[in-house]
């Protein structure tokens, strides 16, 4: 304001050389005033990096065979940005592409994803259906594409053995349409790798394999560009040094490449000069923040840094969330037959609204507030509850973080897993049991999810397919059990009515109980077991005060009867002695 008067008087006093117009347009266009500190980030990180004594590690083409790779995405309040950004510069260095000025610690990144008229890659991608592809064309900084990066990312379950890939290949912008119409000279191509950039033979052969195999994709399955997304990437990672890579994406928005003429690959996304409708643009309210961790050898487990980052309350953990997923859902509604569990979230309802994907909401006055199927099913891991359980204040939850209960008197199942472990800690996360009305859950409350006020994690268990079977066999184990002490009590019961003895009546009915005790018991676990494995909560899935229970009861019974048995003995040899 006070710059505004200096040169408001200059101007009236030199009306001949007016110059406030001209420097606050030169104001206006500072960071400083825009709220844009990205080179306060840059900085920061580099004096962090200089005190760290930070080095480029040396490129190690086969890390890839040697790690286990761990993806977590979550989300970020716009609010918390600035922090989230300075807790991870701490520790990590802004990692600038070449394409960046370096005035920036982030990049303008674009995506445009590519889907048939049937969504296929979209629905294989949302049902995670082994070998499903996304297949993208990507390009970073502002104005029109130069470089574009063709892009298949292909996913396989882990318990099969293998792992999701990406795969990438580069070419000009100029040359996108001969790719995406086959008319690429593919062996042209590789006589020019091999003679200017001296590659060998088998990464000719890997480089025209995914090519031909990308190319065949677009005719087979006649591809078209149908989403894109855009936002401002801020990645912090040590050059060559992939053991943690984090990366955060602000301004999001997807964009539909629905509805206009493509020219047969030449146009591949929207004309930027061209306004769009509100229902053709989306704007996501949150930054997603990416977490790639390499564990491998002595590194087992993440730096300490990373696990307080995740349980520091700024980041929402979102499993398997996807952009090209969100985008097409929320803008292509009428062509969509499923949707991602995390639309139900009461945080990002209103943006969805705004770009008219109210159909694919369920009305306020819902008697859940959430989807019917897998979307009710994964209720417990939307970050900011649902729109009929809104709990938009809520702190920040992950796989990591320790329950967080409003009231401390209230107890959960998890306090009766006395450790010390942090593992054991994280079963007070679990969400409400099954059954826990029944009989069996009255008797077993050690079990049972009756505290409805715990606040489930946003991740998900990992689980094999044995598993269910496992739980069944377990099932029966203990099923065999109770009907093995129920035969013994019975046969028991027949002999005293025989020989009128009261001690071993009274036994075969303390057995009796006992042997409908693990029936229950047997049923319970196995229902309650089975709650868990499909909703997938993290954390301890067996029950280590049940089994201690009966096993004491039983032990407990089988020493009075020893006792009693004792003593008739004794009695018995003092009878004799007697009589002799």
């Not at 031909?212 to 912090?236: D, G, H, I, N, S």
């Not at 009461?346 to 019917?372: C, E, F, K, W, Y």
């Not at 044995?466 to 099923?479: D, M, P, S, V």
Request: glycine share 6%.
């Amino acid at each position: 304001m006070a710059f505004h008067k200096i040169l408001k008087k200059h101007d009236k006093n030199l009306p001949a050389h007016a110059c406030k117009q001209f420097y606050i347009n030169r104001m206006h266009n500072q960071a400083w005033v825009r709220g844009d500190y990205s080179d306060v980030v840059v900085r920061l990180s580099s004096i962090y990096s200089a005190l760290r004594n930070d080095h480029t590690a040396e490129e190690n083409k086969d890390a890839a065979q040697s790690f286990l790779r761990s993806t977590t995405k979550y989300w970020v309040r716009t609010e918390d940005v600035s922090k989230v950004k300075y807790a991870v510069l701490k520790h990590l260095p802004v990692f600038l592409q070449k394409t960046s000025t370096g005035e920036s610690d982030s990049q303008l990144t674009n995506s445009v994803y590519f889907d048939n008229d049937q969504l296929e890659l979209y629905h294989g991608r949302l049902d995670k259906t082994p070998g499903a592809i996304a297949f993208r064309l990507r390009w970073y900084g502002a104005g029109d594409p130069k470089i574009v990066f063709f892009e298949r990312k292909t996913h396989r379950d882990t318990w099969t053995g293998e792992a999701s890939a990406k795969e990438r290949f580069i070419v000009d912008e100029s040359e996108v349409k001969a790719v995406l119409n086959d008319q690429y000279p593919i062996e042209q191509k590789r006589a020019e790798m091999k003679a200017k950039k001296g590659a060998t033979d088998a990464e000719c052969d890997d480089w025209e394999k995914l090519v031909r195999e990308m190319v065949q994709v677009v005719q087979v399955k006649q591809l078209v560009p149908t989403m894109r997304t855009q936002y401002m990437r801020t990645a912090f990672q040590i050059p060559f040094d992939a053991t943690v890579r984090i990366s955060l994406d602000t301004n999001l928005c997807m964009i539909s490449e629905r509805g206009y003429d493509t020219q047969g690959g030449a146009k591949w996304f929207r004309d930027p000069d061209k306004p769009l409708a509100p229902n053709e643009i989306t704007r996501f309210p949150h930054a997603v923040l990416e977490v790639k961790l390499e564990l491998g050898g002595a590194n087992s487990e993440p730096p300490q840094w990373v696990t307080d980052l995740q349980n520091s309350g700024m980041l929402y953990e979102v499993h398997k969330f996807s952009k090209f997923i969100h985008g097409c859902a929320v803008l292509l509604p009428e062509y969509v037959r499923s949707v991602p569990y995390w639309i139900d979230d009461a945080s990002i309802r209103n943006s969805i609204l705004n770009s008219g994907g109210g159909r694919i909401l369920v009305p306020v006055d819902h008697q859940t507030g959430v989807g019917p199927g897998a979307n009710e099913m994964y209720n417990h891991l939307l970050p900011f509850g649902n729109v009929k359980n809104p709990k938009l204040e809520t702190k920040g939850r992950t796989a990591n973080t320790v329950a967080m209960i409003e009231t401390s008197s209230k107890t959960t199942a998890a306090n009766y897993y006395a450790d010390d472990d942090n593992d054991n800690i994280e079963m007070m996360l679990g969400v409400q049991g099954c059954c826990e009305d029944t009989c069996a859950g009255w008797l077993f409350p050690f079990c049972s999810g009756y505290n409805t006020e715990v606040l489930a994690p946003t991740s998900v268990q990992k689980i094999e397919p044995k598993i269910f079977l496992a739980n069944e066999r377990t099932f029966l184990h203990w099923l065999h059990a109770g009907v093995t002490l129920y035969t013994i009590a019975a046969g028991i019961l027949a002999f005293a009515s025989e020989s009128h003895s009261v001690g071993a009546h009274w036994y075969a009915m303390a057995l009796l109980p006992i042997s409908l005790g693990f029936c229950l018991y047997a049923l319970h676990l196995f229902l309650w077991r089975a709650e868990k494995i499909k909703t997938r909560v993290p954390g301890r899935w067996d029950d280590s005060r049940g089994p201690l229970m009966l096993g004491s009861i039983l032990a407990g019974v089988l020493f009075v009867n020893f006792v009693m048995k004792c003593r008739e003995i004794r009695r018995y040899n003092e009878i004799m002695a007697h009589e002799l």
